[in-house]
């Protein structure tokens, strides 16, 4: 999503495929992290603005178990947070490949 390049003024230039891994899991993050702030900032602006209160006007009504909105801000967050695991685990799995070896030492415990 981010790409080689995307926030290069922030990172030096990657000069090893585990870099370039780590370069990009970083670009991604930061591009899903600046969209998330600017839906929030942009929505709270807006509630900011469309729904002030004037002088006179009765306390809102309180609403209380919206059940559908509850699991939706907790299932949205939770689906970016396992998205950006994956990517973490995808990212680490290339920069650091297993082994194709055998152990340097082997214990055996009696």
Known sequence: ?????AVQAFLPVASSPQARAIEELFNTTFVVCGIIFAVVAGLVGYALLKFRGKDGDAPPKQIEGHTRLELAWTIVPLLIVA???LLT???MNAAY???NRAPDLTVTAH
């Open 1 to 5: 999503m981010g790409g080689a390049g």
């Open 83 to 85: 998205w950006i695991f």
């Open 97 to 99: 490949p297993p082994a």
């Open 89 to 91: 685990t995808r990212a």
